[in-house]
């Protein structure tokens, strides 16, 4: 048993584990704060430009409630799947952009060329010879 508790400690604090979980702490952080840009912001502009309408009210009502008899309104609330959507386009781009601009941070700056070794004594030596010959 302490075996496997010494594996399990080895593999929990490794870099990969330990910067994953921190990747998903700020990532459900980091969705939270565009969900509300999201539904706070940007949606409200886009129902003012549509003509004033809440998203997230639309709704296709397939059996109406009835308060008689106890039953509650069947709906298909597909303004909330729009909104949805919209959080997941959002989120989606600002990934995009934050990976894209580690990539370039990451990204090697280009070096010159390394000069060719010289060349040896006696390499240059014979060249010359030949050269002379040519003559």
Do not use: H
Not at 8 to 26: L, Q
Not at 44 to 61: E, M, N, R
Not at 71 to 97: P, R, S
Not at 105 to 112: F, G, N
Request: charged residues 25%.
């Amino acid at each position: 048993m302490g075996k496997l508790l010494k594996e399990f400690k080895d593999f929990a604090i490794k870099g990969n584990v330990m910067d994953m979980a921190i990747g998903v702490i700020i990532g459900g952080a980091f969705g939270k704060i565009v969900s509300s840009f999201v539904s706070d912001i940007i949606m409200p502009l886009i129902g003012l430009l549509v003509g004033g309408t809440d998203f997230t009210q639309w709704k296709w009502v397939l059996s109406p409630a009835n308060e008689a008899l106890g039953k509650a309104e069947v709906a298909l609330t597909y303004g909330n799947f729009i909104q949805v959507v919209f959080d997941f386009l959002i989120i989606a781009w600002c990934i995009f952009l934050v990976v894209k601009a580690i990539n370039k941070a990451k990204k090697p700056k280009e070096e010159p060329a390394p000069e060719p070794p010289a060349t040896p004594e006696d390499i240059q030596l014979l060249r010359e010879i030949r050269d002379s010959l040519k003559k």
